[in-house]
């Protein structure tokens, strides 16, 4: 993260979940992307997906550009609740034609850098025709089917999906959540308390 400071500032950047700042989405694309970003939402309620699109000049590296800014933005339109730890941001920047999907630590153990390679090859064909939105829903429609199935996959094995460097507690809180529809959350509270 320092790094990243050095590179892009050390300041707070305050954000909207979908930040359009490059004007590549048109009239009606808006409301198609942000349904999609809700749809993730409403499904795994402790997480939360962010768009950038923006002209990033001089920036090298966009999964690097990105990483600091899931890490520095203060998002306006979440709960304060809402950890930046728990959020995937899609940057997209037209002029350079480069895009990248990072995630926070707590999506470690569910979400690898396959996945995200997977959901930008969903996207690509549409964004080298410029259709910007098209692409961008197909890939979170593409995030939505990798977290169901990381989803059921850490119902039938938890421990799999514990991350070793996060407190126990908050593991089992993560992995309570991402149940759908927050089934078994007694057994995973239990379990969260044994660990402490």
């Known amino acids: 993260m320092a790094d990243a400071d050095l590179r892009f500032g050390g300041e707070d950047v305050r954000l909207r979940c979908l930040t359009d700042a490059a004007g590549i989405l048109r009239r009606g694309d808006r409301e198609r992307v942000e349904a999609a970003m809700e749809r993730i939402s409403q499904r795994f309620p402790q997480l939360f997906v962010a768009v950038y699109s923006g002209a990033l000049g001089e920036v090298a590296n966009i999964r690097q550009f990105g990483f600091w800014l899931l890490n520095r933005s203060a998002f306006e339109d979440l709960p304060a609740e809402k ?114």
């Open 83 to 196: 950890p930046n730890e728990a959020g995937i941001l899609l940057t997209i920047d037209p002029e350079s034609k480069a895009a990248g999907m990072v995630f926070g630590y707590l999506l470690d153990p569910f979400l690898e850098e396959a996945d995200t390679f997977e959901c930008l090859s969903r996207a690509h064909a549409y964004w080298l025709e410029q259709r910007y939105a098209d692409g961008i829903v197909r890939a979170l429609a593409h995030l939505e089917v990798i977290l169901r199935k990381r989803s059921r996959q850490a119902r039938r094995d938890p421990e799999h999906f514990q991350r070793r460097v996060v407190p126990p507690a908050m593991m089992g809180d993560l992995v309570r959540r991402i149940r759908s529809g927050h089934r078994k959350d007694e057994l995973v509270q239990r379990e969260s308390e044994v660990e402490k």
